[in-house]
């Protein structure tokens, strides 16, 4: 019933409705500010232009998008080039269904294909749900920065996790994604 498959600019409304409701409801994305359809275009467009994959989930009987998934850079320093940050949002109609997993496993699979060597996840502390889903495949506790940051006039926690895609004896010379 849920595939998944890579994101195209027709699905930019429905990933909008997505984030925005992350925006206006949860912890998962310290943003207060919702986004319009072209900012998340050009979003899209940034993350294939930089070859980072950007997958939707949708029910295969009404087309509906149930949810999407990305992950791209951690931090912008040519040293990290191997370690990507992960993003995964579910449809609230559709959260605890196995969307969320079944992004994950294509994003997990997607970045040990292209020469990742640790994805991170950066994860609100309270969000159990996530951080069991992470650790379900294989994500570790990496850190755990207090206070990081402030939404709904509260200071969050920030959880870090780490899973180790590629087993690379030696740091890669001259490979790129």
């Not at 992960?86 to 994003?107: E, F, I, K």
């Amino acid at each position: 019933m849920i595939q998944i498959r890579d994101a195209d600019y027709a699905d930019v409304p429905e990933i909008t409705c997505i984030y925005n409701d992350a925006v206006q409801n949860t912890t998962a994305i310290w943003n207060d500010t919702y986004v319009e359809s072209a900012e998340r275009a050009a979003w899209l467009r940034q993350r294939k232009e930089a070859g980072f994959p950007v997958f939707v989930a949708f029910c295969s009987e009404t087309g509906d998008i149930t949810g999407y998934a990305s992950y791209g850079p951690w931090r912008a320093f040519d040293g990290y080039r191997y370690t990507v940050e992960n993003s995964v949002y579910v449809h609230p109609l559709w959260q605890r269904r196995g969307v969320g997993r079944l992004l994950m496993q294509t994003l997990i699979k997607r970045a040990r294909e292209t020469a990742v060597h640790v994805m991170v996840a950066g994860i609100e502390a309270e969000n159990t749900a996530s951080i069991a889903l992470h650790k379900e495949f294989g994500f570790e506790d990496a850190g755990l920065v207090k206070e990081a940051g402030v939404k709904f006039g509260r200071w969050l926690d920030l959880a870090l996790l780490a899973l180790r895609l590629n087993e690379w004896p030696d740091p890669p010379c001259g490979r790129t994604r």
